[in-house]
């Protein structure tokens, strides 16, 4: 019963993931094409920022709700209300910093006064995605993470929708319109997702019912459990998030003292990170379905100490997740002109795609070993290693770039999510096979 019901969910987040990847980049075509490359730079400016205030925002309670509702179902409502005030007062504060922080953000930080307005609109689209995740973290505690997976759906067709329709609108105010209305249209996406969520709720009227009169009673807080966890979680994402901003900023200046132009720098940089690496990250879906499907039962499994099966799970489905990886790792390795060409229309960069595709293996395993580790209950070591591969890609590109230049970035980033891997593989080892090897002598 458990392998039909872990296929049939494996299964349908694949394919839905892979329509849902179709659709994004889809709605990424649209959006380039609707607001004009001008309205796009300062869209693409501003993600760095939203990506961070999400991570700070969310506090990784999707991640916090799936695991502990797994392991205690009884207290599935005590734990959503928890997270619901937790996530009620972060958001509130956020929100109000945010339109504060924004004309500072804009001029002192992103050094281009354009940004603000779209900024602005983080403040909107940041609560939704908040929201989502919440009852997200719900869906995949009680396992049925397939609907979750479709709500995504729902997600991208209203935000091509919106863009299709009122795009052009926003665009005849100007370019720093044009980027406010393709961040209005994530929140138009998000809201579709969120209606979609709420409405496959079974009994919702009751359960909302149950949720209001929960919030009063302070002995339904699970906060502890709650805030042990998402901390070191949320700690980890922070980090990586830094090193993400770090990174062009590093790499510009260390290259111009190697006698790099800034048009050189910007010119490879764009083929490595717009070209090669999203076709190297392209199969990652099938990784994210794999981890996403591993969390909820790997952590019924240990929570009821049966270690064989959560043995069982997490070979079978990093196993699937792995050969998958390699499946494509080999296509990005014979043919990367070829593949660069029909996605692109052009073959630059198809050396960094042939270098680095077989370390990409490695890359397949990331997700399925984040949610074993997660699963076992060490999200403490999931931050310090990667606050720790972080650093060292930053030490990296200090070491590489001098002499290796554009492909400095490249090797510094595979090495990093090599260790991480390689380090998670080593917790998992000593904490679920070594332990019952040694019991069983």
């Not at 990784?60 to 005030?85: G, Q, V």
């Not at 060490?378 to 591969?389: A, E, N, P, R, S």
């Amino acid at each position: 019963m458990l392998k039909k019901k872990l296929l049939k969910a494996t299964l349908s987040l694949i394919v839905v993931g892979f329509i849902t990847k179709v659709l994004s980049t889809i709605g990424r075509v649209v959006t380039a094409r609707t607001i004009g490359q001008a309205s796009m730079g300062i869209y693409m400016m501003v993600m760095p920022a939203a990506i961070f205030f999400i991570n700070v925002i969310q506090l990784s309670l999707p991640t916090c709700i799936n695991k502990l509702i797994a392991e205690k179902p009884e207290r599935s409502r005590n734990i959503i209300i928890t997270s619901s005030i937790i996530a009620l007062i972060v958001n509130s504060i956020f929100m109000i910093l945010i339109i504060s922080l924004a004309p500072f953000i804009a001029n002192n930080i992103l050094k281009n006064e354009k940004t603000v307005l779209a900024i602005n609109a983080l403040a909107l689209l940041i609560p939704l995605i908040s929201l989502g995740g919440l009852i997200k973290g719900y869906y995949a505690g009680i396992g049925k993470i397939e609907i979750t997976a479709y709500s995504q759906i729902s997600e991208e067709i209203a935000r091509i929708a919106f863009i299709l329709l009122f795009g052009s609108y926003f665009v005849k105010g100007g370019e720093m319109y044009g980027a406010y209305g393709a961040i209005l249209s994530l929140c138009m996406g998000e809201v579709f997702s969120l209606t979609h969520l709420i409405f496959s709720l079974k009994n919702l009227k009751n359960k909302t019912k149950k949720l209001f009169k929960g919030i009063i009673d302070e002995k339904n807080l699970e906060t502890k459990d709650i805030l042990n966890m998402s901390l070191p979680l949320t700690g980890g994402k922070l980090i990586a998030s830094i090193a993400y901003m770090l990174e062009p900023i590093i790499m510009t200046n260390v290259l111009l003292k190697t006698g790099m132009s800034n048009d050189a720098i910007s010119l490879e940089y764009g083929i490595l990170s717009g070209y090669a690496m999203p076709l190297l990250l392209m199969p990652g879906f099938f990784a994210n379905a794999f981890g996403r499907v591993l969390l909820q039962p790997m952590t019924v499994a240990i929570s009821k100490n049966d270690k064989k099966q959560a043995k069982k799970l997490f070979l079978s489905l990093t196993g699937a997740s792995l050969i998958i990886g390699l499946f494509f790792s080999l296509i990005m390795f014979i043919f990367p002109k070829q593949l660069m060409t029909i996605l692109y229309k052009s073959s630059d960069g198809y050396n960094y795609v042939r270098i680095f595709a077989l370390p990409f293996i490695l890359y397949y395993l990331e997700s399925p070993f984040i949610s074993a580790v997660t699963a076992l209950g060490k999200t403490k070591q999931i931050m310090f290693y990667d606050v720790l591969t972080s650093f060292i890609r930053i030490g990296l590109l200090f070491v590489l770039l001098p002499s290796l230049e554009m492909m400095g970035v490249a090797i510094a980033t595979t090495i990093s999510f090599v260790i991480l891997v390689a380090i998670f593989g080593i917790i998992i080892y000593k904490n679920l096979f070594k332990k019952e090897i040694t019991s069983q002598q």
